[in-house]
Every structure is written in C-alpha cells, then in structure tokens.
C-alpha cells in the first residue's frame, strides 16, 4: 500500500509572513518612489527569489536596482522578526501534532532560501515535524512549475498522487496541481478564485478545517 504524506508550503501557509514582506517593500516603495509596489509583490507570492526577480523587472525595467531593494526590504522584515517573532498561522501547531500522533510523513517544499527556511522553522520551534524539507534555492524552476513538489515527494519516497499539499497562493497551487498531488488551499493574501477551486481538492478557511478533514479520511 503506498503510503500517504502531507507536504506544507511555508510563508503565508506556516508562517503569517506575506503581509510582512509586502509591508517592508511598500516602506520601500515610500522610501524611493517606486509606484505600485504593492502589486508587483503580490504578483510574486508564492515564487523564488529568481522568479520574484523577473516579474519585478518586467514590471519595472531591467534598470530596477532589484538587490539593492530587496536587501533593503529584507533587513525590513528581519528587524521585525527579531523585535516580534514571525506570527504562526491559526491551527499550524495543532495540525503539525495529529500528523505527528498519527505517523503521517510530513515534508516542506517553500520558495525560500532553504537555510532561511531552516532557521525560521528551528527559530518557531517547528522544525522536528518536518522529514523532509526542501528550500527554492535547490532547483532552478520556481513554483508554479511542479519541480520543488516532484523533488519533496522524491526525498519522501511518496508517489505524488499519494501526497496532499497545503497551499496559500495561487502559484503553489499550480504547481501541486502540475506534480500530480492533490492540492488543499488556504487562502492567505490572495482569494481562492475558480482555477484554484478547479485544481484544489479543498479549500478552507484556516489549518484546524484541514485537520478536520484529515481526520475524515487519513
């Protein structure tokens, strides 16, 4: 019988963390007049930083200064972290404590550097849930391609079509959707629409709805 894994997103699944990126480039955008900052951010949630990188510059121009802003908005957000903790999303611990109960294989496939993924994990007190845990700087494809989840399943030993993923954005969706999972969505900054209702097996409101289901059929 092939065994059953639940892979995670990390930022904005995990981790309250997308307003806090898009608040530090907005403080950005203030700071140097960059128009629409906002949206062009948003356009990037759910992606490397290589991705994140071309939809700036396809936004802005290939003349966009983009590592100087975002080293900027990165030490932004980090001072935050630092004064406050990354806020968990409602019902991470709980959910990440009945897999762990029940033996269900735990991965995580995020589009963030892997030692930033590691350290905010060990920091939140996180990181033993996890078997596997695979960062965005591992493969040169970024979400929405199906890569980062097809290399999580690969390093769990878990056929994708045995495998949920726990999604916030549109672009991890996809590319669950892609991998051959079966996508669950919890909407963070960016609304559940009819694509991502087609593609997902469920969608709901926060973490303690998935362990509910979970428990319905795991």
């Known amino acids: 019988m092939k065994k059953t894994v639940v ?18 480039w907005e403080r950005i955008g203030e700071k140097y007049g960059i128009a629409d900052v906002r949206q062009a951010l948003t356009d990037c949630i759910g992606v490397n930083i290589q991705k994140t990188k071309e939809i700036v510059h396809a936004h802005y121009g290939k003349d966009f200064e983009f590592e ?7 030490a932004l957000f980090h001072e935050y972290v630092r004064e406050n903790g990354l806020p968990l999303k409602k019902g991470v611990k709980e959910l ?7 033996e269900i294989p735990v991965g995580l496939a995020s589009s963030t550097r892997l030692a930033v993924v590691e350290e905010e994990l060990r920091q939140a007190g996180l990181y033993d849930y996890f078997q596997v845990v695979v960062g965005g700087d591992q493969l040169k494809r970024s979400k929405p391609e199906p890569d980062i989840y097809l290399m999580t399943c690969e390093k769990m030993g878990a056929a994708p079509e045995c ?30 629409t009819e694509e991502m209702y087609a593609k997902s097996a469920a969608v709901f409101d ?13």
Request: no cysteine; glycine share 4%.
């Open 7 to 24: 892979i995670f997103d990390m930022d904005g699944t995990i981790f309250d963390s997308e307003q806090l990126v898009l608040d530090s």
């Open 68 to 74: 100087k802003y975002r080293k900027e908005a990165s």
């Open 96 to 102: 990440l404590q009945y897999l762990k109960e029940n």
């Open 163 to 192: 495998a949920y993923a726990v999604e916030d954005s549109h672009n991890g969706i996809r590319a669950a959707y892609s991998a051959g999972m079966m996508p669950i969505m919890v909407p963070d900054l960016l609304p559940a």
């Open 206 to 218: 926060d973490l303690l709805q998935v362990m509910q289901y979970f428990k319905e059929r795991l």
